[in-house]
């Protein structure tokens, strides 16, 4: 099975703004060979035939671990609030938010 | 004969009234303040509390109660686990000052033990690495010599427990991050089977791997510990719904019968000087009444790349809270997604950075299939080739780490050289094994070897049973400080 | 609508599940709370926290899948990734490619069978208020969030794009609504928002072209407003496509006030949710036992009930379109057995159900935890005179109020007897006497103001008269 083309800048670009991370133009240099040598090393995984192989998501199988509706205390809304960065009418601020939820 | 226990012996003192609690965190305490200046095993040390809670243990004593099998231990936690109203900060920027408003399953059992917690302890940063190099607030020294790393990313609590700040620690090994250093540190660490500890109120690397475990001066103090913490959780939805293997009432019962497989592959790529050690001990074994062979288990070879394809993944996700909206750093900015980004790009360390993107990468569109599920394949594979290795064998044994303590700095430009400290433990994790690093004497430099014993899903009575054999066979570890005399 | 032209519409609707706790934690699931009063580290994603699912979130999903006919299979649940201030973990989880329910359908009254693709589950987000003029999402100089939200069990149910009318489109929404209050899983009090509809409309010149390209609506706070933006967006794509120009795929915000839709004029994020197995949480294998537990328990749908009370009804006195109103009214309400009980024991179809679809259902729970014994009893004396039809719906209301109480005793404190002939014709005559002007008009032909002098005979007999036998004795008088 042939893997991916080789980690470019802009997929760096693209990828930190996904994940809210702004990088200075060394940052993005240098993560971007750094990144690409971690990518290169796991191309003996990417690499393999394991069509037919099931993938594991949990080492342990279980299933159905539920709890009973219930309703048990909750936190202390002062002690919650006093670590929030900006708090306004037992509320917790945030600057604009400039787009709707997806 | 049986396992050296200090600790288990210091609370049994605690327990009749011989010796006091507060004496001993006292003690301890005094250690801290004298040593940790040049070690910095420690983010917080949380010496008023632990008064307290010592006071409280030698009330209960003097009222004719029972404080439990760990009364009046002092125990030092790894900076990640939660902590009601005391900082926990991962080492990271991003949590600096954060007072979580719950504590951690962990630490509510070690609390209703008996135990005195004296302090967080210094890690890389989000757990994501193996030299504590990666934490936020200067790194931790390995107190054997302190030009070295202690190994990460538990590299506090391993350093605070051979430095003798605390007789326990508690660390989490997602790769090997209790282990490794355990053995840089010439310590005892163990990682136990994926869900036999809760992991609610341990803050998350990556959560399919992440398990905490105990960190020791003797194998039966890390069974004890083990004991305590373990079993079925509620609030952990990954929490086994099984009893949880005990494993100090084995602890003594010897390996006479049991089949040691050495793994080749782990030797591969050891120093000289480590493999001499894991075979040294492999002998050992042999002594006690164990058939020890040499077993291949080819597909480990795989297990890093796996490693950091799933581990990022799933990071990148657990990060993602860290935006500056409910708790923790927040850089302001005109509108919520710079905010955010500002946030994370001040908070978050390189290290950490580097792992999210990767991450994303590896999950995001057209990428998925080709890393991050084949990586889920690989990790099938290794439980395969696991199994087939435990047909003929009971455990495994090899080295914890492949080179013995690494200078500070002489890794830090090459993130994929730092990578491969975790060759020999990431298998383990990614098939949710358990298994226990023991220290073994010290290297051709003096520095501490760590040998690692593996076993299968629930195994860890084996598991210690052969450990507490390595252990009464292992060579002294040379006084702290004295390494660096060796080798020059 | 265009001719030549047909609309496809599709319809998304969360609902929120009335448990008493959230999905993932134990905090209170209560809409109106103190903001923030009802939250942990589960629901505030708090560093270390974990989810553990609710198990009557599980059977009221299960519970909607049987109402809707779906097949219900193991299931697993997975992270959709994606940063906003209400979703605490900045990501939800949800349910991705292995969903609780499938495959099922809802019939419409009109017949039509629209499918229903699936039902899963996941978990809802905080509240954002937005502080600015318009309290409006654009211009707001910053937010505010409360995450007592934040973790409610949610159910999203999914329909094909079966629906070729606003008015179908309405219909499904109505009676998906009964649908999931009658399966228990719902209040369905959409001005709470615990049931929230989007709508994916497209068109096409017709049924054997591929569907058109379709773009997403949201912000449908009632069923009229859903009616009014589907309409809306057929007639705006048709508009497009006959201009030359192309539907761009996009999400769309219905402005009520402008009757429009809107395209989102925030930067458009192209979303990579990067679904992945929820490592914290394992698969859901519900077994038989469950399933049929499940199916068990739940009552007959609103289909079958407006089926079983038309059937008892008969042929009440034609006009089958008020009476289809308002047996849907009944039953959505859920008073179709006070209707039921009050016809078993002799009380005509027709009164039975106007006094519930017209009086009762003015306070619904009341209605509902009225002894049926009372109501009977109250509509007999209705029934055979002894009580006209204001006394009637006076003592109702009373019966209501209190919760409960003795029709005859209500009527006998209240003074009601019906009106004696003599009475009633003294009444009548002297309101005659009292609007001379009226009534000479009334006399010369108006007929509409019989209403005028009934409505003064009404007033000055304190409601005891009864009307028909008003009008009656008018006409008599008027000869």
């Known amino acids: 099975m042939a893997g991916p083309a080789r980690l470019t800048r802009d997929e760096v670009v693209h990828v930190a703004a996904l994940a809210r991370l702004e990088l200075t133009e060394e940052e993005l240099d240098l993560f971007t060979v750094q990144l690409a040598k971690v990518l290169d090393h796991a191309a003996d995984v990417s690499f393999l035939d394991l069509a037919g192989v099931p993938m594991t998501s949990h080492a342990l199988a279980m299933t159905n671990v539920l709890r009973p509706d219930e309703v048990q205390p909750c936190l202390d809304r002062d002690e919650v609030l006093a670590q929030a960065p900006s708090v306004e009418d037992h509320r917790f601020r945030v600057p604009r938010i400039l787009g709707e939820a997806p | 004969m049986s396992a050296p226990r200090p600790s288990i ?67 030092a936690l790894k900076d990640n686990l939660c902590t009601r109203g005391v900082p926990t900060t991962c080492s990271s920027r991003i949590l600096e000052g954060w007072l979580p408003p719950y504590d951690a399953t962990v630490v509510t059992r070690l ?41 990460g990313s538990s590299g506090g609590s391993a350093a605070a427990v051979a430095a003798g ?107 000289p000087d480590v493999v001499a050690r894991v075979r040294e001990a492999a002998e050992a074994c042999a002594a006690a009444g164990a058939t020890v062979q040499e077993v291949s288990v080819p597909v480990v070879h795989l297990g890093l790349s796996a490693y950091y394809l799933i581990s990022p993944g799933e990071a ?15 850089v302001d900015a005109e509108d919520t997604v710079a905010m955010n980004t500002a946030t994370r790009s001040a908070g978050f360390g390189a290290e950490v950075k580097r792992r999210i993107m990767l991450g994303t990468y590896v999950l995001s569109a057209g990428y998925m299939d080709a890393y991050y599920n084949q990586a889920l394949r690989v990790r099938t594979k290794t439980i395969e080739g696991f199994d087939a290795a435990y047909a003929c064998c009971d455990v495994l044994l090899g080295p914890t780490s492949p080179t013995t303590a690494f200078p500070l700095g002489s890794k830090t430009g090459d993130p994929l050289a730092m990578y491969q400290s975790d060759v020999c433990t990431i298998p383990s994790n990614l098939a949710g094994h358990p298994a226990i690093s023991i220290p073994f004497g010290p290297g051709d430099d003096g520095l501490p070897v760590g040998v690692q014993v593996l076993g299968p899903a629930l195994s860890e009575g084996t598991l210690f049973r052969v450990a507490a054999v390595v252990e009464a066979a292992a060579p002294p570890l040379l006084p702290l400080g004295s390494a660096g005399e060796v080798r020059s | 609508m265009k001719p030549g032209w047909e609309m496809v519409v599709g319809l998304e609707v969360h609902c929120e599940l009335k448990t008493a706790s959230k999905l993932f934690c134990g905090c209170r699931n209560m809409f109106g709370d103190e ?71 809802l019939d419409l009254p009109d017949g039509t069978r629209v499918g229903i693709e699936r039902a899963h589950m996941e978990e809802d987000t905080g509240k954002t208020t937005h502080a600015g003029a318009s309290g409006r999402i654009h211009g707001a100089d910053y937010s505010l969030v409360d995450y007592n939200r934040s973790g409610v069990p949610l159910v999203e149910i999914v329909s094909r794009p079966d629906m070729r009318s606003s008015a179908q489109a309405r219909a499904y929404a109505t009676e998906l609504r009964a649908v999931l209050v009658a399966s228990g899983a719902s209040d369905g009090k959409m001005e709470e928002g615990s049931m929230r509809v989007d709508a994916n409309v497209s068109v096409r010149r017709s049924t054997a072209d591929p569907f058109g390209t379709r773009c997403e609506i949201k912000n449908l706070n009632s069923v009229r407003s859903l009616g009014r933006a589907v309409d809306y967006e057929a007639d705006r794509q048709i508009e497009l496509i006959e201009s030359g120009d192309q539907v761009v795929q996009q999400t769309r915000h219905w402005d009520e006030d402008a009757g429009r839709t809107v395209a989102l004029r925030s930067k458009e994020e192209a979303y990579d949710y990067r679904y992945f197995l929820e490592p914290d949480l394992v698969p859901l294998v519900p077994d038989a036992e469950w399933t049929n537990a499940v199916a068990a328990a739940m009552g007959p749908m609103p289909a079958a009930r407006r089926a079983r009370l038309i059937e008892l009804l008969g042929d009440a006195g034609g006009r089958a379109e008020s009476q289809a109103d308002q047996v849907a009214t009944v039953v959505d309400l859920g008073l179709d057995d006070l209707v039921t009980t009050a016809v078993a024991a002799g009380v005509t179809s027709a009164l039975a159900l106007a006094r519930t679809a017209n009086e009762a259902a003015t306070d619904a729970d009341a209605a509902r935890r009225l002894d049926p014994d009372s109501y009977v009893s109250l509509l007999t004396m209705e029934a055979s005179g002894s009580l006209t039809a204001t006394q009637a719906k006076a003592v109702l209301a009373d019966l209501l109020a209190a919760g409960g109480g003795d029709p005859a005793a209500i009527a006998a404190a209240k003074g009601f007897e019906a009106m004696s002939e003599d009475s009633l014709a003294t009444a009548v005559a002297e309101v005659v006497a009292a609007h001379p002007d009226e009534w000479g008009r009334y006399r010369d032909g108006e007929d509409k103001l019989a209403g005028f002098l009934t409505g003064a005979v009404m007033k000055a007999t304190r409601g005891q008269a009864d009307a028909k036998a008003v009008g009656a004795e008018l006409r008599r008088l008027r000869g």
């Open chain 2, 9 to 75: 012996e210091l609370a049994q003192a605690v327990r009749s009234g011989a010796r006091a609690a507060v004496d001993v965190v006292g003690e301890h305490l005094a250690a801290i303040e004298a040593g940790d200046g040049a070690v910095h095993a420690f983010n917080l040390v949380t010496a008023e509390q632990a008064r307290d809670q010592a006071a409280a243990v030698d009330r209960m004593v003097a009222e004719g109660g029972d404080p439990g099998p760990l009364a009046g231990v002092p125990i």
């Open chain 2, 316 to 330: 990148s996700s657990n990060l993602a809270r860290y935006d500056g909206v409910r708790y923790g750093l927040r």
């Open chain 3, 35 to 105: 903001p923030n009063t009802n939250v942990c580290p589960v629901c505030l994603g708090l560093p270390g926290s974990l989810p553990v699912l609710n198990a009557r979130a599980v059977e009221m999903a299960m519970a909607i899948g049987t109402a809707l006919l779906c097949e219900i299979r193991p299931s697993t649940f997975h992270r959709k990734n994606y940063f906003y201030p209400d979703q605490a973990k900045d990501y939800q989880i949800s349910q991705y490619d292995e969903p609780i329910n499938v495959n099922g359908h």
């Open chain 2, 111 to 151: 609390r209703r033990a008996g135990a005195v917690v004296v302090g967080k302890t210094n890690m890389d940063e989000f757990a994501m690495g193996s030299s504590t190099e990666g934490s936020a607030f200067g790194p931790t020294h390995n107190p054997h010599d302190t030009s070295r790393v202690p190994g």
């Open chain 2, 165 to 271: 700040f605390a007789p326990l620690a508690l660390g989490s090994d997602t790769g090997g991050s209790i282990r490794q250093p355990a053995a840089l540190c010439g310590v005892v660490g163990m990682k136990p089977t994926y869900g036999t500890v809760s992991r609610y109120g341990l803050v998350a690397f990556a959560s399919s791997l992440d398990q905490i475990g105990p960190l020791a001066t003797t194998v039966a103090d890390a069974a004890l510990l083990f004991d305590v913490i373990g079993g079925h959780d509620p609030a952990d939805s990954t929490s086994l719904n099984r009893p949880s293997p005990r494993v100090l009432s084995v602890l003594d019962d010897g390996v006479a019968g049991l089949a040691v497989g050495v793994l080749t592959e782990f030797l591969e790529g050891a120093a």
